[in-house]
């Protein structure tokens, strides 16, 4: 594992572990304290507030065109591709390395024959191309 790999991972499972805790504030926790988890609560409203409206971006920028449900969707489709990805390239496992290639090839047709099952061509297109412009 790469150095500092280990304490990205544990904190995310960490803010994730929090995150769960927060989805169920009725669960008796023994582990999480309640003011951890009111914390955690006032620090994602705190980010909530901070977030711009979608009227405050410019009218071409793919915000303004694509829902904020579509936006988070198409995310976790790549996170998860990439989780894959540095599962298998960060592996102690040399056969797990070995087919690093084969499943980053794999991950083509995922890109262009099941995503367009789950988001909309054109919300994809629009997302696509907020990486393409020249500004």
């Given at each position: 594992?790469?150095?500092?790999?280990?304490?990205?991972?544990?904190?995310?499972?960490?803010?994730?572990?929090?995150?769960?805790?927060?989805?169920?504030?009725?669960?008796d926790n023994p582990?999480?304290?309640?003011?951890?988890?009111?914390?955690?609560?006032?620090?994602?409203?705190?980010?909530?507030?901070?977030?711009?409206?979608?009227?405050?971006?410019?009218?071409?920028?793919?915000?303004?065109?694509?829902?904020?449900?579509?936006?988070?969707?198409?995310?976790?489709?790549?996170?998860?591709?990439?989780?894959?990805?540095?599962?298998?390239?960060?592996?102690?496992?040399?056969?797990?390395?070995?087919?690093?290639?084969?499943?980053?090839?794999?991950?083509?047709?995922i890109r262009h024959?099941?995503?367009?099952?789950?988001?909309d061509p054109k919300?994809?297109?629009?997302?696509?191309?907020?990486?393409?412009?020249?500004?």
């Open positions: 594992m790469a150095p500092g790999m280990r304490a990205v991972l544990t904190g995310i499972c960490l803010i994730t572990l929090g995150n769960i805790c927060l989805a169920y504030p009725t669960w582990w999480w304290p309640r003011d951890l988890l009111e914390k955690f609560d006032t620090t994602f409203e705190e980010l909530e507030r901070q977030r711009p409206p979608q009227s405050a971006y410019p009218p071409n920028h793919y915000i303004r065109h694509v829902p904020l449900a579509k936006i988070h969707l198409f995310t976790f489709c790549q996170v998860l591709q990439l989780a894959v990805l540095c599962g298998l390239g960060l592996s102690a496992m040399p056969y797990l390395e070995m087919i690093f290639p084969i499943v980053l090839l794999a991950l083509l047709p024959r099941l995503m367009p099952l789950l988001i919300y994809i297109r629009a997302l696509d191309a907020a990486h393409t412009d020249n500004h």
